[in-house]
């Protein structure tokens, strides 16, 4: 069993804290005048979805719950939950909501990906840090349009929505960071 401390955090990191596993969802730094650096998060139950807001002083160390991983591809998802196959023996498996967690943002049919085991039951999904989803409905781009920093918001295949430069147009591939949700790169222009 590995151990981080908080300086480690990133989104999608799977802890053991009060017995359970959470996984981290949002973190930042806080410093207060006179006191030591906090970092503030918010932080997903694994087993019971149950989200809380919780702070942890900077230097404060967690166990990171010994996984067995699988490599999956995804199927489909419906209203029971998410589909998997396991890409060796060919079983399908369903994964709830809760276990999907934040995942759920960035999965596309086809896809695959490692599906994290705790001691015998599936725990959640781990993603590469990067994706690549295709836009699916977005304000049309404008020619020259390059404002530094300007955005728009963009609808991906996977369901998700971000935020993407100006000059991105519907049907476009583009790379989005799965740990924050940023837009990264475009891949393929429509």
Wanted: glycine fraction near 8%.
């Amino acid at each position: 069993m590995g151990v981080v401390g908080t300086n480690q955090f990133h989104r999608g990191l799977k802890i053991e804290y009060e017995g359970e596993i959470w996984e981290i969802i949002e973190y930042r730094h806080s410093k207060m005048a006179q006191r030591s650096a906090v970092m503030k998060t918010k932080i997903r139950n694994v087993a019971t979805g149950a989200v809380q807001e919780k702070n942890f002083r900077s230097g404060d160390s967690f166990k990171v719950p010994d996984t067995e991983r699988k490599s999956m591809q995804f199927l489909y998802k419906d209203e029971i939950g998410f589909h998997f196959m396991d890409t060796d023996t060919y079983e399908q498996y369903g994964l709830s909501p809760n276990e999907v967690g934040e995942s759920a943002d960035f999965l596309k049919e086809q896809q695959e990906v490692t599906v994290l085991y705790f001691n015998g039951k599936p725990m959640g999904v781990d993603l590469p840090t990067a994706v690549e989803l295709a836009i699916v409905e977005t304000e049309p781009g404008m020619r020259g349009d390059t404002v530094t920093g300007a955005t728009k918001p963009a609808v991906l295949e996977s369901g998700a929505t971000i935020q993407v430069p100006l000059f991105i147009d519907q049907g476009d591939v583009i790379k989005v960071d799965t740990r924050s949700g940023e837009y990264l790169e475009r891949i393929k222009k429509k």
